[in-house]
């Protein structure tokens, strides 16, 4: 496959900080160095703003899948992977990339929502990237939130993840160091499982909602430990609202009051930080 898109041009180099030693191959045919943190294996790339961000987590998809078009792929919900997918919907405009042979897997879902509800992660999927690029319902896996047995379905959701291992698995964090939604306090260790939404988080996610009466209480999560399965991790960071915990991802030890922590146990973990976000690691 044609590794250089030459219509879209390169991702600039200029919005990556240049500090270690690990060589990512761009599509643009371009490379870029990875920034690692000594002695830990979570990397950071540091880009400008947003558009950067989804421009750069795009390059790094797309040197995914064009290594791997039967793939695996985890996707994530949330504001911050929107620009991402646009990338992904723009390319595939341009290039009719084919898409049909990977398998997607999404982290988590609303209890209770049908999944034709404009609020739940099925509909939110569907219309941010899986209808527009032609992705079928078998290529598509997302946690029934509606479910009559919720406990059955965490099973069933389990199950299908042990046998279908995520290749690359996209993530944005939460405010309190979120992943999926496994809120602090949830063990490393952790399965597929229902949750407890923090107050915070309900709160953040309301804007998705006509009032924070109708978020959802709880949600059927991929757990940490499904989540550390992964082959690849992508974390999308944008924001000065997300600075504070991105500190402390970084700056404390691991911890299960930061969800996102777990990470520095993964072996191919890659941050992709805009300079809004990164504003408390300048001292790094
Ligand atoms: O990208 P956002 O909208 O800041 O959300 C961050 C995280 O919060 C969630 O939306 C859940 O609250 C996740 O799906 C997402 O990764």
Redesign the pocket.
Known sequence: MDRRRSKKGPVPRSVIEMEAHITVRLSSGDHLTKKLEGGIMMKKLFVKDYHQLSLTAFDLFLQEFQDNPAGTFGF??????IGFYQRILEDHALYQTDYSNIKTFN??EYVGLDEHQPQSYHHFMRHQLFNPLGIGREQVHIPKGNAEDLQKECTRYESLLSSNPIDLQI????ENG????NEPGTTFESGVHITTLKES?RQ??SRFFDSIHEVPTQAITMGIQNILHAKKILVLVSGSSKAPILKEIFHHPVTTKIPASALHHHPDTTFIIDEKAAVSLSDD
Do not use: Q, V, Y
């Open positions: 994530a919900t949330g504001s911050t992977p982290l988590d993530l944005g964090i939460g979120h992943i999926g939604f988080t953040a996610n």
